[in-house]
């Protein structure tokens, strides 16, 4: 059993800077890929990053490759998000996940969720 809770979220200008987290319970997650999903008002969740559990391969979706950055801490149980000059379109609500998979990118092969935290980026 993983649980998982985010953190971090909140109202950004566009151009700043904001560090989503993600803290684990359990004794799995250094052995978990962990992704990162958004869903906007109106769309489907979609996949933003993702990390394998040694870091040793990372995903990013094309609307983010360059400005945000996924890495984790396995001594800590966190994963992390750093989003670096976020736009007005990555408004959404942010969820961190878990899974057994290797760097799947499919929110159906997630088997734990967070609760989700808002990002809301103003132009």
């Known amino acids: 059993q993983v649980q998982l809770v985010e953190s971090g979220g909140g109202l950004v200008q566009a151009g700043n800077s904001l560090r989503l987290s993600c803290a684990a319970s359990?004794?799995?997650?250094?052995?978990?890929?962990m992704g990162w999903f958004r869903q906007a008002p109106g769309k489907e969740r979609e996949i933003v990053a993702a990390?394998?559990?040694?870091?040793?391969?990372?995903y990013y979706a094309d609307s983010v490759k360059g400005r945000f950055t996924i890495s984790r801490d396995n001594a800590k149980n966190t994963v992390y998000l750093q989003m670096n000059s976020p736009k007005p379109e990555d408004t959404a609500v942010y969820y961190c996940?878990?899974?057994?998979?290797?760097?799947?990118?499919?929110?159906?092969?997630?088997?734990?969720w967070g609760q989700g935290t808002q990002v809301t980026v103003s132009s």
């Open positions: 990390i394998t559990w040694d870091a040793g391969n990372t």
């Open positions: 359990g004794r799995t997650f250094s052995s978990r890929t």
């Open positions: 996940a878990a899974t057994k998979e290797y760097l799947t990118l499919t929110a159906a092969t997630y088997d734990y």
